[in-house]
């Protein structure tokens, strides 16, 4: 499955490893993800997992991704790192 972002985030995950408005995403061994639909809840999966988990806020999962430069006709593999934090406890402390 492959995506486009519309905005990145300034100082985000993904503008830190590169990615831009304009590219193309392609999610690497992830076959049984095939719409953003499926996408979402997997991510959603992922955040319940830690939340119910009750993970430390240092957890990531790591998502190959192989990021498509339209514009520069290039692409690139890389990790997307995944984090995670429960906002709610970051904001008491």
């Not at 959603?44 to 939340?51: K, P, T």
């Not at 957890?59 to 429960?86: E, N």
């Amino acid at each position: 499955m492959s995506f486009g972002p519309a905005t990145v985030c300034p100082n985000s995950t993904a503008e830190k490893i590169g990615i831009r408005r304009g590219d193309v995403i392609e999610l690497i061994d992830m076959d049984h993800i095939s719409t953003v639909v499926e996408l979402e809840e997997f991510l959603l999966s992922l955040a319940w997992d830690f939340l119910e988990e009750k993970l430390d806020s240092s957890s990531t999962i790591d998502i190959k991704i192989r990021v498509h430069d339209i514009r520069a006709k290039t692409s690139v593999c890389t990790i997307l790192p995944i984090g995670f934090c429960d906002a709610a406890v970051r904001s008491y402390y």
